[in-house]
């Protein structure tokens, strides 16, 4: 038989083996981890960063034609993630008025429930992943860069 090395516990009063140092987030690192979420919903709806943007900025502009102009998007993007959304939940998220005189959109009472909850979810995760994310940054590589490994993945296809 042969005798394997056993790690024994630590002696009261000894210091433990020396562990690799950990990574510290650099000072030019702007701020730590963050979570997004996107639900899927069992209809095959989905809410996520998106759709809130568009909510907000539809809640701001008064209409979907000029979230689209704020947001840079277009006006077919915003109206199908609009219709989307009202047709997703049996409640309306976003009550257009088409035609009238003064057109617009604006976030109904459920709308801004949704919102309100999709936040809440979001701190939620947020706080609960902090320990594992915290962890997690510090094993990071800071000279990574992501833009440096797209161009060499292009030129490595070129």
């Known amino acids: 038989m042969s005798k394997q090395k056993v790690q024994s516990l630590p002696t009261p009063g000894r210091k433990p083996p020396a562990m690799a140092p950990t990574k510290r987030l650099p000072e030019s690192a702007s701020s730590p ?3 997004s979420i996107e639900i899927h919903w069992p ?3 989905t809410f996520g960063p998106e759709e809130l943007v568009l909510i907000d900025t539809i809640r701001k502009e008064q209409s979907i034609i000029g979230a689209s102009r704020a947001l840079g998007l ?3 993007k915003c109206w199908l993630i609009a219709d989307m959304l ?3 939940f049996e409640s309306p998220v976003i009550a257009t008025f088409p035609g009238r005189r003064t057109a617009g959109a604006e976030i ?3 709308g801004e429930r ?6 809440s979810i979001g701190r939620h995760a947020a706080a609960s992943s902090k320990k594992s994310l915290d962890e997690l ?3 990071l ?3 990574f860069d992501p833009k440096a490994r797209a161009a060499a993945a292009a030129r490595d296809l070129a």
């Open 33 to 35: 981890a963050s979570v």
């Open 43 to 45: 209809n095959g709806g």
């Open 74 to 76: 277009s006006y077919r």
């Open 86 to 88: 009202n047709r997703c």
């Open 108 to 110: 109904t009472p459920f």
């Open 114 to 119: 949704l919102v309100a909850l999709y936040r």
């Open 137 to 139: 940054t510090s094993s």
């Open 141 to 143: 590589d800071w000279e």
